[in-house]
């Protein structure tokens, strides 16, 4: 994988990535409809948006990976969701195929499984429980994934990322943290691995009290640094009470947000 394109590169894991990645590829080509910082050696800059086909078959021309992270980051109106994280993800996976760009390595996020019970551990294999909007968007897009795999044979991978955050900010993310450099490190794990099919990898910190299980971790030789643990101690105390659906679930506060359903009904 020589020549990579980042959507979403202006964000803040796309920025972590610019940084972690710079100088490992020959050409890191960085997708964002808003401005970035000027481009050094071995980087191409792209004003462009995703909901636009045509704009991203050119984006991804001579490219052999993309690494897609734009879109909405979190839960928000249909009428945003919509355009960014369906339609746009849609032609991110089509400008692939169209310009037979080898692998796909999508940003979805635990929000895809959030209304598991958090008092149980989950693995990949778990049935999709969108928590949000913004969680539908992601089993949209992962199912997008499996469909440009089987279909027209895509190598793709799923980040199934969790709380991407400098350090952990409560109790909840004692358990679903990853830190920068991990990041890097998996994003580039899933760049270099040999070909792969499909999978889905949850993105998370080497974290003592993490709740998901991530067998391809150990296939893409995931290994990694941080561990939440680290800030326990001034982080145990911040959390929702307990019965409320942002303990409940493993989605946390998107399981709470505009919930008026019945907490005992789901198993
Ligand atoms: C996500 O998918 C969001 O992008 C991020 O803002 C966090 O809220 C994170 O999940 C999380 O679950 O903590």
Redesign the pocket.
Same mark, same amino acid.
Not at 161 to 164: D, P, Q, R, T
């Given at each position: 994988m020589k020549r990579i394109l980042i959507t979403g590169a202006g964000g803040g894991i796309g920025r972590a990535l610019r940084a972690g990645l710079h100088g490992r590829y020959p050409l890191l080509r960085l997708l964002d409809v808003t401005p970035q910082e000027a481009a050094r050696a071995g980087e191409e800059l792209l004003s462009a948006d995703i909901t636009g086909l045509g704009a991203m078959r050119a984006a991804l021309e001579d490219v052999d990976c993309v690494v897609h992270l734009a879109g909405v980051? %979190?839960e928000n109106t249909w009428e945003a969701i919509l355009p960014n994280n369906i339609v746009g993800t849609y032609n991110v996976f089509e400008a692939a195929r169209l310009q037979r760009v080898k692998r796909v390595i999508f940003a979805s996020?635990?929000?895809a499984v959030g209304y598991h019970r958090a008092s149980r551990k989950i693995d990949t294999d778990v049935l999709p429980r969108p928590d949000s909007r913004?969680g539908v968007s992601k089993v949209f897009g992962e199912a997008l994934g499996r469909m440009y795999a089987d279909k027209y044979g895509l190598n793709v991978a799923c980040l199934r990322?969790?709380?991407?955050r400098e350090k952990p900010q409560d109790a %909840?993310?004692l358990s679903?943290w990853i830190s920068p450099r991990d990041t890097v490190q998996l994003v580039r794990r899933c760049i270099d691995a040999p070909a792969y099919h499909y999978l889905i990898v949850y993105g998370v910190s080497a974290n003592t009290r993490s709740r998901w299980i991530n067998p391809n971790a150990d296939f893409l030789g995931y290994q990694p640094q941080d561990n939440a643990e680290d800030f326990a101690a001034v982080l145990v105390g911040k959390t929702a009470p307990a019965g409320d659906p942002a303990t409940e679930f493993h =989605? =946390?506060p998107?399981c709470a947000m505009e919930f008026t359903g019945d907490i005992s009904k789901i198993d």
């Open positions: 980051p %979190r996020s635990n929000h913004y990322i969790g709380s991407f %909840r993310q679903t =989605g =946390g998107f």
